[in-house]
C-alpha cells in the first residue's frame, strides 16, 4: 500500500487528495520538520514533505509522485491524454503549480520563521512575493470564466496549482492571492475527496 509522509498543510496534501479522487488506498505517516522521525529521515533524506514509499520505490517530489500514483493506480480521468484537447495545457499547470508557484514560496516560510527579525522584510521577500501574485494572476487570466485550469474538466492540474492557497497562511501571502484564484481554490475545496484529505492530521 502507498505510505505517505504527511503533515496538514503540506504539499502532501497534493498526494492524499488525488489518492481520495481516486479511491487509491493509502496510509499515512507524520512527517515533521522539527523533530523527523528515523522513518521519515530515511524515506526522504532531504527530509522535505511529502515522501512516498511504495514497495520498493521512494519519492520526494510531490507532482511526481501524483503522476506515478496515477500511471500505477489508474486510470482516472485526473489525467489527461495526449490525444486529449488541453493535453499542453495539463502538462503546462501540472509542473508549473510547483516549478512556477509553489516553489517561490518556501524561501517566503524560510525567511519568515527562521530569519532575523531585521531580515525578514527584506528585498527578495518582496521580489518572491510579487513572482507569486504575477503567476497566480498569470492563472486568473487563462482561467477566466472556467473552473478548471486544463480540458475542461477537473485534473490533477488543479490540485497542482490549487495548493497554494492552502499554503499561503505559511508564505504570509494570505492576503495578497488575487480575489479569483480564491474563488476558484474555494469552488475546488467544495469537493468531497479535497475535504477528507485536508482533515488528515
Ligand atoms: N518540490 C518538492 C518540495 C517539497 C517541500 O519543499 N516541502 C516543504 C513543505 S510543503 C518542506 O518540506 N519544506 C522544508 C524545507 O524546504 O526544508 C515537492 O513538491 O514535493
Not at 90 to 97: K, S, V
Amino acid at each position: 500500500m502507498l505510505k505517505i509522509y504527511h503533515a496538514q498543510g503540506a504539499r502532501s496534501l497534493r498526494v492524499l487528495w488525488l489518492c481520495e479522487e481516486m479511491g487509491a488506498p493509502y496510509e499515512t505517516a507524520e512527517a515533521s520538520f522539527f523533530k523527523p522521525s528515523e522513518e521519515f529521515a530515511r524515506a526522504n533524506p532531504l527530509r522535505t514533505i511529502p515522501a512516498l514509499v511504495d514497495g520498493d520505490v521512494a519519492m520526494i517530489e510531490s507532482v511526481a509522485m501524483m503522476i506515478y500514483i496515477m500511471n500505477k493506480y489508474g486510470p482516472t480521468d485526473l489525467d489527461v491524454k495526449p490525444h486529449e484537447p488541453g493535453y499542453a495545457d495539463y502538462l503546462q499547470y501540472l509542473l508549473f503549480g510547483e516549478a512556477g508557484i509553489a516553489a517561490y514560496g518556501n524561501p517566503l516560510v524560510a525567511t519568515r520563521f527562521l530569519a532575523p527579525d531585521e531580515q525578514k522584510r527584506n528585498w527578495t521577500v518582496e521580489h518572491l512575493e510579487n513572482a507569486i501574485v504575477k503567476r497566480l494572476e498569470f492563472v486568473c487570466d487563462r482561467l477566466g470564466d472556467k473552473q478548471y485550469v486544463a480540458a475542461n474538466r477537473f485534473t490533477a492540474a488543479d490540485i497542482s496549482v490549487a495548493y497554494i492557497v492552502s499554503a499561503a497562511k505559511f508564505a504570509g501571502i494570505e492576503e495578497k492571492i488575487p480575489a479569483r484564484m480564491r474563488a476558484y481554490s474555494d469552488n475546488l475545496a467544495q469537493r468531497p475527496a479535497f475535504q477528507r484529505a485536508a482533515a488528515v492530521k
